[in-house]
DNA sequence: TATGAGTGTTGATCGAAGTCAACCAGAAAA
DNA sequence: TTTTCTGGTTGACTTCGATCAACACTCATA
């Protein structure tokens, strides 16, 4: 059963045109003449509580997502138990792009906090899409960063040691935050130490020990899940200038 | 200087609808009547030479490209020097999306051996798919597929040990040239172990030692790149039950 | 205010994969 | 034919991160 919300006369005032995520999300480029075809693009809300799937992997695929408030994370499991997190995505992301292709979602995602999104209908979305050439190319610029955030992944997972990868980690989040206006320095992780091991490929006590020894070499403060970046040049430059090993 | 070869009209007719990797290509799905259309989409096509690039990183994007012959692999590469291939690509594969997001393209595609490319002018592209809808859904598909199999790497390097690295790898390579009319229990690769490697985050000699463990465990005949599946079954075996380390 | 579950930190030990190095095979060049 | 080069294999040794285990902190709820 799916807690899918009707839209009301109350909601439809916050659709796309008036949205404050506009220019981090699915519209952004869109000539202002088509800014309002959108709004009957966004048929519904969904309010998704914390630890909650959005949707799961064999689902059908009938909509993608653009996060409204929250956030998720995105995960795979192997017949054998292990999980692989694909990824953690934040407001004005857009979820869901595995199921276009076989028509079933091909990974979990779930709430790392109580969140909401906008359901984008995928057959309304093409439809429009056709018509609108500036949502069209969004629509393809949105994919192709996703393959390329991808590939920073595997560059991640497949050749750089546990410390490089937190710090990549750690500075991604904050230049994800900044782009939607908080502190670039400080700021609060809604995963835990075991979600950011498998993203990262590692176990949690590694990912532990990491942030142990960056509060150690001043690099970062940390508390729980309080982070708060010392030093942003000494990180870039754990990734850069580690000898190339792996 | 781009070594682009005129289209002509011997050329001309081999496009889309006549070729025979239709089904695995970018037209799959799409009605007989609008196939023909596709045909003046393919503007040229490209020889490449072995070791030789398609697009290099920071290369402006104007196109992508479907491999009509040969074989190629993208690459990242970072400021130290570190290599990160982030994948292989076969006859009827797409090329090049990964330059949509910022018209630049993020990454080198390389040809493993002398290949032939059709060459897709992307804004000729987006025009006609917001004419033809089966294009359009299947360019999305591709795209999507793309975004799947980037996840199962990231599943690959993140949560498996050496040995379900190479197997899957392997159980992919065969199902792949199956798809191509090619045996499944036979083939050659055209890669390096380097570049094997690189892929699947070990080093070149830990792979070497995975393909001679294969080998004493008679689940495969290797042979420098020629490789012969003798047991795909432990293969998968090897991947499923493996106890869940890492 | 206890109690307990979930999450995070830290230490000791172990092992898979990396590193370094020698050697081999096949292909191309001399 | 020999030489050279690139790519592949194998062995000895090292190391980074995994594993196992104990303990600390936070926050609900009894």
Redesign the pocket.
Known sequence: MKSTVPVTAADLKRVCSQCNLLELCLPFGMADQDLHRLDDLVAARRKIKRQQPLYRTGDLFEAIYAIRTGSFKTDVLLEDGREQVTGFQMTGEILGLDGISTELHSCNAIALEDSEVCVISYPRLEELSRLVEGLQHQFHKVMSREIVRDHGVMMLLGS??????LAAFLLNMSQRFTARGFSAAEFH?R?????I?SYL????????????RF?DEGLVA????HIRILDSGGLKNLIQHQ????
Chains 1, 2 share one sequence.
Do not use: P
């Open positions: 750089m040691r546990a410390e490089e990868r992780l995963m835990t130490r075991e979600e091991g490929g590692l176990k949690l006590e590694t990912v532990s020990r990491a942030f142990s509060q940390v508390q729980q899940k000898a190339g090993l792996r």
